[in-house]
């Protein structure tokens, strides 16, 4: 009988690829038995309770309809932080990580103190990362979503950066005072154009629509970042915002139309131009 299984046996006879089956039975452990994952290996024979077993069937099950591993176990690593991921906030991606790496030079550039404003925060991941590895920064991060927000205010505080990081309501700088002024502003907006076949396909189905996609040409949401920057920035501040892989040019021309200044690309680990950043 299937209640007669093993841990070994369970990995064995699952459909999942390897790595999935084992991070969801690992997250079985964690739940059930306060296990580490080390314990599919050293506790292979252990056989599961019913409970533990419904649980590991029911992610299973919806894993193989293709719902995202991270919300699944409803937690995901980005940069030098864990966040906890539910369906209401964008999956954090390791390519975000290069607005992180981008922040976190700049600041150094900076002595190490600066203003920073993160634009569409979501889970928190940008905000809380740099907020994590830049103590001396003043963060402020923003969304439109309640539940968005909810979800990053849970993160700060389970991270206990709650008195590290501002977070405020509201659509890109209508969230904020108009005289507001930062050194930094980085963003990671929705970018998908409406209709893009990829909406359809894998984790995306699952993620917020309005976190994917600005339901247009992809790059209105982009556009008002970008022309609302120098009314925010400091004298010589930087703006960098995550794009499309394919949208590079039109960003660097949005940039160029919005007076910025020594404006660079940056290669996410596939190679693509993922980032681009300009100066006031």
């Keep these: 009988m299937s209640t007669d299984l093993a841990l070994r046996d369970l990995l064995r006879n699952s459909t999942l690829p390897q790595s999935e089956a084992r ?14 994952r080390s314990a599919l290996i050293s506790k292979d024979e252990l056989v599961l309770s019913a409970d533990a077993l419904a649980n590991w069937k029911g992610l ?7 719902e ?11 940069h030098n932080i864990e966040l906890q991921v539910a369906p209401g906030v964008l999956i954090p991606r390791p390519e975000t990580e290069l607005l992180v790496e981008i922040g976190l030079r700049e600041i150094n550039k900076l002595g190490g103190k600066a203003s920073l404003l993160d634009l569409g925060t979501g889970s928190g991941a940008i905000a809380l990362a740099i907020a994590s590895a830049a103590p001396d920064t003043l963060i402020t991060a923003t969304d439109q979503s309640v539940q968005a927000l909810t979800i990053a205010k849970v993160n700060a505080k389970y991270l206990n950066l709650e008195e ?23 963003s990671n907006p929705p970018y998908i154009e409406k209709g893009d076949p990829h909406l359809q396909q ?8 309005g976190a994917l996609t600005d339901q247009a040409n992809g790059l209105s949401c982009i556009e008002a970042i970008i022309s609302g920057a120098s009314a925010h920035l400091s004298p010589h ?15 660097i021309d949005l940039m160029k139309s919005a007076g910025l200044r020594d404006i660079e690309a940056y290669l996410d680990l596939a190679g693509h131009r993922r980032v681009a950043s300009g100066r006031k």
């Design 23 to 36: 991070l969801l039975l690992a997250h079985v452990l964690e739940q059930h038995y306060q296990l580490p």
């Design 60 to 66: 299973e099950a919806k894993r193989l309809n293709g």
């Design 68 to 78: 995202p591993i991270a919300y699944l176990v409803g937690k995901k690593g980005f």
């Design 164 to 186: 590290r990081v501002q977070f405020a309501l509201g659509s890109w700088y209508d969230a904020i005072n108009e005289d507001a002024i930062f050194d930094l502003i980085l």
């Design 202 to 209: 894998g984790d995306l189905r699952f993620e917020p629509l």
């Design 237 to 251: 501040g930087l703006i960098a915002v995550e794009h499309g892989f394919d949208q590079s040019e039109a960003v």
